[in-house]
């Protein structure tokens, strides 16, 4: 693979009087037909990238991409804050880490994992509340635990109180925002407009991400009310969202098959889905100080779904409870090791207060 702008030069004046060279915007074009292995990186500028080559890529960049096509064998890992299309005929394993909208087309071979937060409101890299387009001047995410609900009762003539325990309350977010300025009287009018209908707590919660902590999604709800400052050309206020989870709950969901370690990099536990597809007959799991057993065949076709947070175990939409023992355990903080056949998969998303 040869090198564009080796030498690094920007603004370079031209030997011949010819004028300056990369004194404005270009593109780069990259195009491999060669074996080996690549990597494109700390691109700022346009570029389009075809590979049909042998050999496993690496592809880092955040700016804006022509679509990427690849042919080639190999492994390759794209890591993308940018909306392109993907297209993959090529034979090798792939790792998508995304904070974008693309089009993926597959028809190559080989193993897949895509990791994808999907949202509906987002903090952009400009501090930008999308889709709204106004400026979020301060929040108030960084709190640091939430409210308590206290369960206590009184006893008459008895000093104090009996505490029957606390559980984690729902917690406000809120947002300090300002509009654009130079806005004329009907924009303020669609703006005010256009924040009643992605607001409208009737449509339900919302996810939320920032994008200098994509990792934690915040499930938002309209609740309260918005007071307007108005000034001549632009607004200023408040958006009060309520989390009615407690929890701030990880952008990505998790997944382990086989076995292995189970890492939860939240800092309470969490609860996981364990998928057991059969043929099998009574599969049983080491679940760190755990075994769980499923007693009975797991037919061909069919899978054992366990979900430690609602407690239940369906088999092909059934209730299949009776046959499963060893209780219903969470996810703690760290590490935790698996022991299991690889028709079992562990599906999770860290969790923080």
């Given at each position: 693979?040869?090198?564009?702008?080796k030498g690094v030069?920007?603004?370079?004046?031209?030997?011949?009087g010819?004028?300056?060279?990369?004194?404005?915007?270009?593109?780069?074009?990259?195009?491999?037909?060669?074996?080996?292995?690549?990597a494109?990186?700390?691109l700022?500028?346009?570029?389009?990238?075809?590979?049909s080559?042998?050999?496993s890529?690496?592809?880092l960049?955040?700016?804006?991409?022509?679509?990427?096509?690849?042919?080639g064998?190999?492994?390759?890992?794209?890591?993308?804050t940018?909306?392109?299309?993907?297209?993959?005929?090529?034979?090798?394993?792939?790792?998508?880490?995304?904070?974008?909208?693309?089009?993926?087309?597959?028809?190559?071979i080989g193993q897949?994992?895509?990791?994808?937060?999907?949202t509906?409101?987002?903090?952009?890299?400009?501090?930008v509340?999308?889709?709204?387009?106004v400026?979020?001047?301060?929040d108030?995410?960084?709190?640091l635990?939430?409210?308590?609900?206290?369960?206590?009762?009184?006893?008459?003539?008895?000093?104090?109180?009996?505490n029957?325990?606390?559980?984690?309350?729902?917690?406000?977010?809120?947002?300090?925002?300002?509009?654009?300025?130079?806005l004329?009287?009907?924009?303020?009018?669609?703006?005010?407009?256009?924040?009643?209908k992605?607001?409208?707590?009737?449509?339900?919660?919302?996810?939320?991400?920032?994008s200098?902590?994509?990792?934690?999604t915040?499930?938002?709800?309209y609740?309260?009310?918005?007071?307007?400052?108005?000034?001549a050309?632009?607004?200023?206020?408040?958006?009060?969202?309520?989390i009615?989870?407690?929890?701030?709950?990880?952008?990505?969901?998790?997944?382990?098959?086989?076995?292995?370690?189970?890492?939860?990099?939240?800092?309470v536990?969490?609860?996981?889905i364990?998928?057991?597809?059969g043929?099998?007959?009574n599969?049983?799991?080491?679940?760190?100080?755990?075994?769980?057993?499923?007693?009975?065949i797991?037919?061909?076709?069919?899978?054992?779904?366990?979900?430690?947070?609602?407690?239940?175990?369906?088999?092909?939409?059934a209730?299949?409870?009776?046959?499963?023992?060893?209780?219903?355990?969470?996810?703690?903080?760290?590490?935790?090791?698996?022991?299991?056949?690889?028709?079992?998969?562990?599906?999770?998303?860290?969790?923080?207060?």
């Amino acid at each position: 693979m040869s090198f564009y702008n080796k030498g690094v030069k920007y603004n370079f004046k031209m030997p011949d009087g010819g004028g300056m060279y990369n004194s404005a915007l270009f593109i780069v074009v990259v195009y491999d037909v060669s074996a080996g292995s690549d990597a494109i990186s700390s691109l700022l500028a346009s570029i389009f990238s075809t590979d049909s080559g042998a050999g496993s890529e690496s592809v880092l960049a955040t700016v804006t991409l022509s679509p990427i096509s690849d042919a080639g064998t190999g492994n390759d890992s794209i890591s993308l804050t940018s909306n392109i299309d993907v297209s993959d005929t090529g034979i090798g394993d792939e790792g998508l880490f995304l904070t974008c909208q693309i089009a993926i087309a597959d028809t190559g071979i080989g193993q897949e994992i895509v990791g994808i937060a999907k949202t509906f409101f987002i903090i952009d890299s400009d501090s930008v509340l999308q889709p709204l387009g106004v400026l979020v001047l301060q929040d108030s995410r960084y709190d640091l635990v939430p409210p308590l609900k206290e369960y206590t009762d009184e006893i008459p003539g008895r000093h104090g109180e009996i505490n029957f325990g606390n559980k984690l309350d729902g917690r406000l977010l809120e947002l300090h925002v300002a509009s654009v300025d130079g806005l004329a009287p009907e924009q303020k009018e669609a703006l005010k407009r256009d924040f009643a209908k992605y607001l409208n707590p009737v449509t339900g919660a919302k996810n939320l991400i920032f994008s200098d902590d994509i990792e934690k999604t915040y499930t938002v709800k309209y609740a309260g009310k918005i007071d307007l400052t108005q000034y001549a050309d632009w607004m200023e206020f408040v958006i009060p969202f309520k989390i009615a989870n407690p929890y701030i709950i990880g952008s990505f969901e998790k997944k382990q098959t086989g076995s292995g370690a189970l890492f939860n990099s939240g800092n309470v536990e969490t609860p996981v889905i364990i998928q057991i597809a059969g043929a099998i007959t009574n599969p049983s799991i080491t679940f760190g100080a755990y075994t769980l057993t499923y007693t009975g065949i797991i037919p061909d076709g069919q899978t054992l779904v366990v979900d430690t947070e609602k407690k239940t175990v369906m088999l092909n939409g059934a209730n299949a409870l009776n046959n499963w023992s060893g209780g219903f355990p969470k996810l703690q903080p760290g590490n935790t090791s698996v022991t299991a056949d690889n028709k079992v998969t562990f599906i999770w998303r860290e969790r923080w207060v």
